[in-house]
């Protein structure tokens, strides 16, 4: 009977210990949940589906040390350093993205980057004192802007010339031949310049006659000059064409010009010493650098106010933005690297180093 109970006991016990350990091991315990809005590291700048960077290249012109660097978007790394002219001021690269033209400010000449083989395989000359580039949207022809002055130090993003003061002038060449198939007379210290989305206008910031000139490009000739205010640097437009931005040196200023009357419409108060400045695809941003504050502002171009500003490196200089409008890379010509803005956050997403003195900066898709 004794042996009957305890066997009976035992069967119970075992049975209850089985039956637990089955329910532990049906019920594990669940990590905790990533949330959803958990950042992932350059979560803007990623293909969704692979996981990888976009393909494209970003060029800067270093003027402290007279070199090209080339980054590749797809590790955010420099994958090329390469030698240019004395003064290697500013970068475009062409519609079609054959070339990247490097401005050289003291050797009074453009140059042109193959960006297959990234050699340069032509040098064109032109009047002293090249400081900026535009191009046709077929890309045959390229827009230049000389002081026709001696530069005196353009390193560090300035707008320096040595000699006494004279009308500019925009180069009108030939890519295919090299050829200065014209010279556009516009205002003194000629610097920024910027084609419309169109092809139909060229505006070009003269920096010491405080003037804005707009080019007809279909008879090369000045349609208009606009009193901006002092020290303006870089143009810009907007994608739809509507609106036309110059950055103002000495005001802190950007300056809104209404492309249909050609007329100034209001003047934005910005950080100090604007200098490059951009919109996004979508016509709904402006982004500005300025060399003075270190920072860039962000301005709503349907208020026109500033909406944000980000700090970024020293003496912010160049602005491009991506053609997917997600992104902005900024030259910081004292910090030697370029900052990378994400457009959806306005917030610095990384720090490229790159070479000395960085002022121009292009993207090539």
Avoid: W
């Amino acid at each position: 009977m004794k042996k009957t109970l305890i066997l009976a006991l035992t069967l119970i016990l075992v049975i209850a210990f089985a039956t637990g350990c089955a329910s532990k091991s049906a019920a594990p315990v669940q990590p905790a949940a990533t949330p959803a809005n958990a950042p992932t590291p350059m979560a803007s700048m990623n293909n969704q589906s692979t996981g990888e960077m976009p393909e494209y290249y970003i060029y800067t012109a270093n003027e402290g040390d007279n070199t090209v660097s080339v980054i590749n978007m797809a590790t955010m790394e420099v994958s090329a350093t390469i030698p240019g002219g004395k003064g290697t001021h500013n970068a475009q690269a062409t519609p079609d993205g054959k070339y990247v033209f490097i401005v050289e400010s003291e050797n009074n000449s453009i140059s042109a980057l193959d960006t297959a083989s990234n050699m340069m395989t032509n040098t064109i000359k032109v009047g002293e004192g090249p400081t900026g580039i535009v191009f046709s949207p077929d890309s045959q022809k390229a827009y230049v802007t000389v002081a026709e002055m001696a530069v005196s130090n353009m390193s560090g993003g300035g707008h320096g010339m040595s000699g006494d003061k004279t009308q500019g002038n925009v180069y009108v060449i030939d890519i295919a031949s090299g050829a200065v198939a014209a010279k556009i007379p516009v205002g003194i210290m000629p610097h920024g310049i910027r084609i419309s989305p169109d092809g139909s206008h060229i505006i070009v910031a003269n920096s010491d006659s405080n003037q804005i000139s707009v080019i007809d490009t279909a008879s090369n000739t000045v349609i208009q000059t606009i009193d901006v205010g002092k020290k303006p640097g870089q143009v810009a437009f907007t994608a739809d064409g509507k609106y036309a931005f110059a950055s103002l040196n000495e005001d802190n200023q950007v300056a809104v010009i209404e492309m249909a009357n050609m007329t100034v419409v209001k003047n934005i108060q910005v950080g100090k010493n604007p200098e490059q400045l951009n919109a996004t695809p979508d016509s709904r941003f402006l982004y500005v650098a300025n060399s003075g504050s270190d920072d860039v502002s962000v301005i709503d171009t349907a208020a026109f106010e500033v909406v944000k500003t980000v700090i970024a490196g020293d003496k912010t200089s160049g602005v491009a933005v991506s053609k997917d409008g997600m992104s902005v890379f900024v030259t910081n010509t004292g910090g030697n690297n370029v900052t990378v803005v994400e457009v959806a956050t306005n917030n610095v997403i990384a720090t490229i180093p790159v070479g000395k003195g960085p002022y121009g900066v292009t993207i090539k898709d």
